[in-house]
Each structure stands twice: as structure tokens, then as C-alpha cells.
């Protein structure tokens, strides 16, 4: 079915001044927040997870049921597990306020509410309730306790969950958990306010385990909207013994290991395994909301953003809102002919692009300094979660095409960071620097912005920056190794133990953005020495193998050597996460030279053909995602990106919950399906070029914010069937299955024919 498009009249020219200005130019009959089906991910490793979140938001209402043997093997204490929700597991231990999409390490999952019925229990392996209706959709999460008979339903703002829970008569209970989550750390304090209100604070911290002298608080206000009957604290301690355990007594005698009880007490209570409890007896059947608002600067700010963003709005219009707000910003793509099940696809696909970088600043615009967290303020928003060795490579190129206000305000925002911490972010996570994975991806992220257009922000500052971590040998924390790789071109096996050749390789792809920010600027010796070192990774390149492989301090190969080693996760001293056959290729700026190296386009394609027939392509790791696209610099070859990119999006991507091939990486993977199913794809970060495929629909028309585009939307068309044929942009025939982000959007239309 079509989506049938009206056109309004528009003025001529149209200002986008701010990120919540939306597009103006058309409507479209059909909310396409209808194609957006929030379980696809929450399988299979995806770690997305249904519940309620505004576009970018800070609150995020997530089931929470990974936690008990109840949801063996999938549970978070017995695995390695990074997502508050599953989509087999079926015990639910509460609802938490604060979570992550699409990352590969545990972290926050805390403030978990449960509503329940009878008898107080605040054991959450006793309280836990299998559970069945489940609903999501874009702003929007309900189920049904089996267990209590309560229907749950759930949305969002941007700092602000909000929850419904429908009692049946009798006698209720509502829990606030802070003991339980997915954090790695503990620690927490409450006050209850008055009988609708409690106050407090999470501990939250040590993200892949690392760093737990950077733990940071998350604020909360949490507000019911039915004053309780009795209320009360609990407090488990731990277990001890000696002479302490004799202090240990209340007036229902030792709680020595037990939990304590303390109904009515209002004073602040600090601890690990603490929460809170509001106690109902219904005469009949009653609505309850809770409101929580979170802050990562202090608990008036929680109270702030919970007053001012929702105040008392009924929860419906809390829900349009949200759901406008989603529908508007999906609506800069829309798309005409294909099937439902791929505007399923695409359209979830691009919701989870909208979700990180997420908003860190509270409504006043307060936010936490990087390290320190004073308090500091901005005017537009500070974004925080920078997953940038895997977003680098699409996801913000695909902001800086429909949504160039929140990615100029992300670029803002890294240079924020590097103001207030002296470096750029690398996996940057509420004010905290993780470090986790390698590279120095900011500046790729900058220099291909800058170069698309979008310059409103301080070029000197970024440029100061991103030379900086190139080249300063002590303390760096973004180049280590950094004195080997310009003395030797590349990191050694002495140099680190793990990923000498991809870190290498990593660091020749930032060389090469700062070289083409270099030649913007007009910075010529910059431009010549940042080029030289971008190719250096071609010394790791063994032509006997026709792959790179790892060099000893002394220039000898690494031997014995098995080019498969690395895959799945396995410690490899040349690559971080993969093998040789899966970063061999991963020179996207200097594909031409990586041709030649290995003897000529021939040579270049039977190898990477052997990359899919071998069955080493990962569709789940990032360096070997755009090797689908590297057929298209071989010309008669082109058909065979078409061929492959139809097969992995058939494959991997699905409507269903395992339809993401693996962890979403903070929307990356979903960012490479929403550029493959419109038939465009960024194949070089820092050069703004799309390689071309076929795209999954007829027609898709991106509509451009023309405070940064002179065109207010791009077409892309298909017409007939096979493999292209012929490239039009504008009036211009292409002769290459390339097209360039300046002809794209200034020539209005990418026309694709088709023939067998």
C-alpha cells in the first residue's frame, strides 16, 4: 500500500532555528509511528527494549525481567547481559526509569516501581509476576501482571517516566526498588516527602566493568498521584557476625541478614538493598500514576523537570505529545511502494536511531561537568551516551542528512566535553569518560559534518582538538601507543597485546578526517602530513596472504599466524573484536590504494568475495559492515553490492524481536538498514560520498531543514526491476555507483533504473 502524500502550501523559504522545530512541508495521512514495532531487538542480542522513550529522551520505561532463575539463562547476574529486558524471559521484577538501547555492556536499569497486590513483600524474587498482553509502540508500553490482575500501561517525556497501574479493589502496594538494577554498582538514599512523594538517588557507574572510582549519582522525584493509606522504608542489611550482630534488634527482634521494615518513617535512609512503599486499600477498582522524574544533577532538578515538562497533564496528553513528537521526527523520511513488513523495518530501524545520543541536560538547561560534575549550563541540549567507534560509521551521517540541528548540537556538545576534560570523547556516558573501545572517532565524526555543510560551531576549537589527541605522546588517553604508530607507521605486538594492527587502522581513519578538515581550513602542511600517515596501515599488509596482519617490535610478522583468529569475541593480538578477514578491508579512505596493494581490482574482488563465501562477513561488527559496498568501486562488479545488501537486509533485519543481526551499538546497525533500504550508503567517514544500491522502495523523499539545505527535500526513485542500469542526479548522468552528498541534496533527486 502507498502512502498517499498531500502537499501544503509553503512559503518559499523556511527557517529551522531550533531542534524542535520539525518539518513543515508535507503530511502525510498515516501516522507513521504505526510502522514502528519497539520488540524488533529485544532478541537475539539486540539489547533495545520496548518500553516508553521520547525521542532522544532521558527517561525510559523499560520492563524489567532479567533479573531471578526464573529468567535463566538469560539473567543479568549469570551472564554477561546489558539490557533490562528480554524478550523469552517472562518473571518481571519491576519497571526501571533509567536504561540504555543498544549497547554491549551493563549499566544503569535502575528505579524500578512495581505495583503489586495483598500482602507487602519487598523480596523482588517474591514479588516478580509473570506477565502476558503485551503492547509497544512508539511512546507507549502496557502489559498485565498475572499474578496482582494489574494492568500496566507506560510513556514518556523526555525526562519523565509515567506510569498507569489499574488495581483491582482491595489492597494494593506500590514499590520503589533501589537495590535492584542492571548497574554494576550500589548504593543509594530516599526520603519519602509525603504520602504521594519520595526522593532519592541511584549510585550508578562502572560501565563494561571498568572505571568504579567514576561512579555518579542519578536523582529522582518520584510523585503518585493517590495519597498512600501507610507508607513506609526497607532496608536490608548484610549479613554479620561477632559482637555487632547484638545491636542488630528491633522490636520484632534480630535483623541480622533480614530486611527491616519501617513503616511511617520519613527521615533520609542510606544503603544498598533499600526501597520504598505506599500502601492502598481500594474499595473498588482504581488508577494510579506514578510520575518519575530524573535528573543527573540534584533532586530539585528532578522535582524541576517532573513540574515543568508534565506537570498534571492527564497521561493521554503526556502520550500524544510524545507520539507527535516521534511521528514528526519520523516523518522527515517518507517512503512509497515496498512492502509493509519493510516500512516495519525501516521505520523501527530509524526510531532506534532517534534514541542515543540522548539528552543529559535538565529542563533549566543544567548538567553535570565532565568528571567533576559541577553544575554547569547550556542553551541548546548537552547529549550524552557517544558510542562513536561504532556510530561514526553511519549513524551520525545519517543525523547530519535529516536531522543536521541534533547533530550540529551533538557536535556541540563533544566540544563541550572537550572543553571541560581537556579530550574529545571516545564512549562518552553521562558525564563520564568509559574509554571503552579504541580508536579516536570524534573527529571523524566533525571533520565529515563540517565538510557536509555543518559549520555552526567553533571549527578552530574542533580542529585545535582533534590535532591534539594526533599528536601528543604522554597521557593520551585516546591514541595509546600513539609514539610507536609515528615511529613505526603501526602499532606493534609490544605496543599492546590486543588489536595492534585495527587500532592502527583506526588511527589512520582519523588521520585521514584530519586531513580533509586540514585542506578545508587551508591548512596545507597539515593536509600533506595527516595524508601520509593515513595510509601507513599498508605496512601491516601481508601480500602473501593478501591480508594485514600484525608486526613484532623488530618489523618481523607475527608467527605463527591464523587469519581466522579473533572472530566471536576472542582475544586477538592484531584485532579488537574480529579477525583479519573482518578489518582487512576496513580502509574505507583509501580503497583505491588498497586495490592496487593487492594486485588490481581482480585480485581486490576475489578477495573480498572470499570475505561472504568463507562465511567470515559479521553483520554484527561494525569494521566489516560497509564491505557490501566495496563491489561498487569495481566497475561490471557494482551488481554484486546489490545482490548482497538485498540478501543481508532480507537476512538479518526482520519483524520479529530477533531482527537486528546482534547489538544495535546505539543505533548503528540500525542506521546501516535505514541507509541500505533507501539505496544510499556512507561508505567513507570524513569524504561526504554514498556508494549506491538498490533501494527497498519506490520512492523516498527525505525532507531537508533548510537552515542547513537550500533544497527543502531530496527524491529517491526507482523504476523497472534487475540490477541498475543507469544513475541520474538532478539532469546529471552518473557514471560511477557514487553520488555526492552536495549533488544529492542540491539536485533534488537520485533517479535509480533498473533492468535485467
Not at 314 to 342: M, Q, Y
Not at 426 to 449: H, S
Not at 575 to 591: C, K, L, R, S, V
Request: proline fraction near 5%; glycine fraction near 8%; charged fraction near 25%.
Amino acid at each position: 500500500m502507498k502512502l498517499r502524500i498531500t502537499y501544503r502550501i509553503v512559503v518559499l523559504v523556511l527557517v529551522f532555528c531550533s531542534e524542535t522545530t520539525i518539518r513543515a512541508q508535507s503530511t502525510t495521512t498515516q501516522d507513521l509511528i504505526e510502522y514502528v514495532n519497539p520488540f524488533i531487538g529485544t532478541s537475539n542480542f539486540g539489547t533495545t527494549n520496548p518500553g516508553p522513550i521520547a525521542v532522544r529522551g532521558m527517561a525510559n520505561v523499560s520492563p524489567f525481567n532479567v533479573a531471578g532463575a526464573k529468567n535463566l539463562p538469560l539473567e543479568k547476574d549469570s551472564r554477561w547481559l546489558s539490557t533490562p529486558y528480554v524478550h523469552e524471559n517472562k518473571f518481571l521484577t519491576g519497571f526501571s526509569h533509567a536504561n540504555l538501547s543498544g549497547v554491549g555492556c551493563p549499566e544503569l536499569g535502575v528505579i524500578l516501581a512495581m505495583p503489586t497486590t495483598g500482602k507487602l513483600e519487598t523480596d523482588h524474587l517474591k514479588y516478580g509476576s509473570a506477565y502476558g498482553d503485551e503492547v509497544s509502540k512508539a511512546g507507549y508500553y502496557s502489559n498485565r501482571l498475572e499474578k496482582y490482575d494489574i494492568k500496566v500501561e507506560t510513556t514518556a517525556s523526555t525526562r519523565v517516566g509515567i506510569s498507569k497501574y489499574n488495581f483491582p479493589k482491595g489492597k494494593a502496594n506500590i514499590l520503589l526498588n533501589l537495590g535492584l538494577g542492571l548497574t554494576n554498582e550500589q548504593g543509594a538514599r530516599l526520603r519519602i516527602v509525603s504520602p504521594t512523594e519520595v526522593e532519592g538517588m541511584r549510585t550508578v557507574g562502572s560501565f563494561c566493568y571498568y572505571k568504579p572510582e567514576e561512579a555518579y549519582p542519578l536523582y529522582f522525584v518520584a510523585r503518585f498521584s493517590e495519597p498512600a493509606t501507610t507508607y513506609g522504608i526497607w532496608k536490608k542489611s548484610h549479613k554479620t557476625e561477632g559482637v555487632e550482630t547484638q545491636w542488630m534488634q528491633s522490636h520484632e527482634g534480630s535483623y541480622n541478614g533480614k530486611t527491616l521494615l519501617k513503616e511511617g518513617f520519613m527521615q533520609e535512609v542510606v544503603g544498598d538493598s533499600i526501597g520504598a512503599y505506599m500502601r492502598y486499600n481500594f474499595d473498588a477498582p482504581t488508577n494510579v500514576e506514578l510520575r518519575v522524574g530524573i535528573s543527573y544533577v540534584s533532586v530539585a532538578n528532578a522535582r524541576e523537570n517532573l513540574e515543568k515538562e508534565v506537570g498534571n497533564k492527564p497521561f493521554k496528553e503526556i502520550l500524544a505529545e510524545t507520539r507527535k513528537e516521534w511521528n514528526e521526527n519520523l516523518s522527515r523520511i517518507e517512503v512509497e511502494g515496498g512492502t509493509e513488513e519493510d516500512k516495519i523495518k525501516f521505520y523501527t530501524a530509524l526510531y532506534h536511531t532517534l534514541i542515543h545520543p540522548s539528552t543529559l541536560n535538565d529542563f533549566n538547561g543544567e548538567y553535570p561537568k565532565m568528571g567533576t560534575r559541577e553544575t554547569l549550563k547550556t542553551d541548546g541540549t548537552r547529549y550524552t551516551v557517544f558510542s562513536l567507534w561504532d556510530t561514526y560509521r553511519n549513524l551520525h551521517q545519517l543525523m547530519s542528512l535529516v536531522y543536521p540541528e541534533q547533530q550540529s548540537n551533538m557536535i556541540n556538545s563533544m566540544l563541550r566535553i572537550y572543553k571541560e576534560s581537556g579530550w574529545l570523547p571516545k564512549w562518552e556516558l553521562n558525564a563520564t569518560e568509559t574509554t571503552t573501545m579504541v580508536g579516536d572517532p570524534a573527529g571523524i565524526i566533525i571533520a565529515d559534518t563540517y565538510l557536509k555543510g555543518i559549520q555552526d560551531f567553533d571549527v578552530a576549537l574542533a580542529y585545535e582538538a582533534m590535532v591534539k589527541s594526533a599528536d601528543q605522546l604522554k597521557d593520551n588517553p585516546l591514541r595509546p601507543g600513539l609514539e610507536d604508530y609515528l615511529k613505526y607507521g603501526y602499532l606493534t605486538t609490544t605496543t599492546t597485546n590486543s588489536g595492534s594492527v585495527s587500532t592502527t587502522q583506526e588511527y589512520n581513519i582519523s588521520d585521514y578526517a584530519i586531513a580533509q578538515l586540514a585542506k578545508a581550513l587551508g591548512k596545507k602542511e597539515d593536509y600533506q602530513r595527516f595524508s601520509k600517515r593515513s595510509k601507513s596501515y599498508r605496512k601491516l599488509l601481508d601480500k602473501n596472504l593478501n591480508l594485514l596482519r600484525p608486526r613484532n617490535e623488530d618489523g618481523s610478522w607475527v608467527t605463527p599466524y591464523d587469519p581466522t583468529d579473533g572472530a566471536n569475541f576472542i582475544k586477538n593480538v592484531g584485532f579488537i573484536e574480529g579477525n583479519a578477514w573482518q578489518y582487512t578491508f576496513m580502509a574505507p579512505h583509501d580503497i583505491p590504494g588498497l586495490i592496487k596493494l593487492m594486485g588490481g581490482k581482480k585480485k581486490f574482488s576475489q578477495q573480498l568475495a572470499k570475505v561472504f563465501n568463507s562465511g567470515q562477513f559479521d553483520m554484527a561488527n561494525e569494521p566489516d559492515i560497509m564491505y557490501p559496498y566495496l563491489f561498487n568501486y569495481v566497475s561490471g562488479e557494482e551488481y554484486k553490492t546489490q545482490v548482497k545488501v538485498k540478501e543481508l537486509l532480507e537476512k538479518y533485519y526482520k519483524n520479529k524481536p530477533e531482527g537486528l543481526p546482534g547489538n544495535d551499538d546505539t543505533g548503528t546497525m540500525s542506521a546501516w538498514a535505514v541507509f541500505s533500504m533507501m539505496g544510499i550508503y556512507p561508505i567513507n567517514p570524513a569524504n561526504p560520498v554514498y556508494a549506491i544500491t538498490t533501494p527497498s522502495f519506490d520512492k523516498i523523499t527525505i525532507h531537508l531543514n533548510q537552515k542547513y539545505y537550500k533544497e527543502n527535500k531530496i527524491e529517491i526513485s526507482k523504476v523497472g526491476k534487475g540490477k541498475i542500469s543507469e544513475l541520474q542526479s538532478g539532469l546529471k548522468t552518473l557514471t560511477e555507483f557514487f553520488v555526492s552528498h552536495e549533488n544529492l541534496v542540491n539536485n533534488k533527486s537520485l533517479k535509480i533504473k533498473l533492468s535485467h
